[in-house]
């Protein structure tokens, strides 16, 4: 089992940037294919973006390509979120996954429901 903790929400501007963390312990994280969700008020959970074991394979949904980028640092045990170019609709509680993939490096999941574990959610605010 493995057990997230996201860091790095806040309040930015529109059209600022944040870099949101997400803290894998328990079992070895380098295990787990990544990804990162969203939920804003009275809207349903959305996918954001994904990163396989290997680190070399990605996912983003349409909404966020080219301006959000997934990546991680096994050896901390880390995963990252950078998001540039924040819009008001970008506004969300952001909430980072994980699903073993022990056994396929390359594997990555597209939807929410691909992954089993996840941590209890930073507030990210973009306002104009």
């Known amino acids: 089992q493995v057990q997230l903790v996201e860091s790095g929400g806040g309040l930015v501007q529109t059209g600022g940037s944040l870099r949101l963390s997400c803290a894998a312990s328990?079992?070895?994280?380098?295990?787990?294919?990544m990804g990162w969700s969203r939920q804003a008020p009275g809207k349903e959970r959305e996918f954001v973006a994904a990163?396989?074991?290997?680190?070399?394979?990605?996912y983003y949904t349409d909404s966020v390509k080219g301006r959000f980028t997934i990546s991680r640092d096994n050896a901390k045990n880390t995963v990252y979120l950078q998001m540039n170019s924040l819009r008001p609709e970008d506004t969300a509680v952001y909430y980072c996954?994980?699903?073993?993939?022990?056994?396929?490096?390359?594997?990555?999941?597209?939807?929410?429901?691909?992954?089993?574990?996840w941590g209890q959610g930073t507030q990210v605010t973009a306002s104009s």
């Open positions: 996954g994980a699903r073993d993939a022990r056994f396929n490096v390359y594997w990555l999941g597209r939807k929410t429901v691909d992954y089993d574990y």
């Open positions: 328990g079992r070895t994280s380098s295990s787990y294919a």
């Open positions: 990163i396989s074991r290997s680190g070399d394979h990605t």
